[in-house]
Antibody
Framework: QVQLVESGGDVVQPGKSLRLSCAAS????????IHWVRQAPGKGLEWVAG????????FYGDSVKGRFTISRDNSKSTLFLQMNSLRAGDTAIYYC?????????????????WGQGTLVTVSS | YELTQPPSVSVSPGQTARITCSGD??????AYWYQQKTGQAPVMVIY???ERPSGIPDRFSGFSSGTTVTLTISGVQAEDEADYFC???????????FGGGTKVTVL
């Protein structure tokens, strides 16, 4: 079945780095854009970043621009999020979510499949 | 830009719940709705303003008018108690925004 499984969440100190992964299965990974969406404890959803199906373009939310990098390895059906200069405000569950577009090009910017999330805690 | 939702809606079983989402961009961009139950990942319940994904009960419906979209849950059931988030994108296709979320409580 179609599935997204995140990993890599941990407790890290402010200023440190962390890399998240999202393994996809059950669909042709290279034909879909993929996003990261986060949710701070008890708060709403916040879009973090999105990447085109071929990885050629990436887009970021204002709060992470310049600190986070989204990338993908289509040969391994895996999405990544490199998070640098982490802050307490980055504490959240991080979900990867499949873009709902089916053209194999660009981003439709909505989310039809979600993983179960991985928790990142930034604390000294 | 922003999407504005009411923080909470309460409804009795069998009644109708309506959740609004307002934002200037909704005049030109589609809206999407997600249901999130406690401890679970979100699930899309409405796409492109009014369409329902397969597997979503037909008591969920969407409507759009001007700068406001509305999610309606008809004949609310206890299992519909959840947080609901609207979502859209900017016209350039480079940014995504969520509403703040509405907690639906079934009395």
């Amino acid at each position: 079945q179609v599935q997204l499984v995140e990993s890599g969440g941990d407790v890290v100190q402010p200023g440190k780095s962390l890399r998240l992964s999202c393994a996809a299965s059950g669909f042709t990974f290279s034909r879909h854009g993929i996003h990261w969406v986060r949710q701070a404890p008890g708060k709403g959803l916040e879009w973090v970043a999105g990447i085109w199906p071929d990885g050629s373009k990436q887009f970021y939310g204002d709060s992470v621009k310049g600190r986070f990098t989204i990338s993908r390895d289509n040969s391994k059906s895996t999405l990544f999020l490199q998070m640098n200069s982490l802050r307490a405000g980055d504490t959240a569950i991080y979900y990867c979510a499949r873009d709902g577009g089916y053209s194999g090009y660009g981003l439709a910017n909505h989310f039809d499949i979600w993983g179960q999330g991985t928790l990142v805690t930034v604390s000294s | 830009y922003e999407l504005t939702q009411p923080p909470s809606v309460s409804v009795s079983p069998g009644q109708t719940a309506r959740i609004t989402c307002s934002g200037d961009a909704l005049t030109t961009q589609y809206a999407y709705w997600y249901q999130q139950k406690t401890g679970q990942a979100p699930v899309m319940v409405i796409y492109q303003d009014t369409e329902r994904p397969s597997g979503i009960p037909d008591r969920f419906s969407g409507f759009s008018s001007g700068t406001t979209v509305t999610l309606t849950i008809s004949g609310v059931q206890a299992e519909d108690e959840a947080d609901y988030f609207c979502q859209s994108a900017d016209s350039s296709g480079t940014s995504v925004v969520f509403g703040g979320g509405t907690k639906v409580t079934v009395l």
